[in-house]
């Protein structure tokens, strides 16, 4: 038996399985599939198309002290699987939501804190959790029990080595790793699968060159604007790394 509130808004085509929760202020649309012991609670927006697999909570209250109960949201996007005792907070004053785009494997166990933003295609690992506000772009794959300090981006298209943690921003399109993470070198074979021309790969791997080869990050942004044809690929490399609050790795 599941309890829905009344006052809950389900579109069509919804499965609930048995002995889930589904709680007031909360608005679902179509073709969801809700296993057992599936737990959404206030605050919850989900879109279509998504999985839930036994144990996880969308929506819980955020863990942290400056919470005071204002209202606020956790959107979830269409086309999503997210695995075994998940978890995803809703946000806080500070952005008022959390927000899960479209087309993300979220693996089972991992959690992802108040006000954090994550894109589309992205596949984080079985553990690794998000601290509050941590934002990931889109094509993302983050692997088993890594670790995010609270503010930290990762940028679209790279690959972090599972057991990994950071304070620092990962810039797009890269390998982190090792211990302590840092650059190890442009994901290849990532941007190959995903479609990536043997130009467009070769002007990133450029690009990573020229910024890590001077002693400042600033010098180094300085020689790609210098020397390189700025294709939207690099220009999204310049425009995270000049926008980083947090520093990026080295």
Known sequence: ?????????????????PFCYIDRNTVMGDNNVLQNNVTINYGARIGNNNEFFPGCSIATKPQDLKFKGEETTAEIGDNNSIRENVTISRGTASKGKTVVGNNNLLMENMHIAH???????????NSTKLAGEVEIDDCAII?????FHQFCRVGGYGMFQGGSRTSQDIPPYVIAGKEPIRFAGVNLIGLRRRGFSNDTIHAIDQAYHLLYSKGLIKEGIEEIKKNMEIIPEVQYIIDFVESSKRGIIR
């Open 115 to 125: 006000d954090c933003v994550v894109g589309n295609g992205c596949i984080i690992g």
């Open 143 to 147: 692997s088993a029990t890594c670790l």
């Open 1 to 17: 038996m599941a309890f829905v509130h009344p006052e809950a808004k389900l579109g069509d085509n919804n499965i609930i399985g």
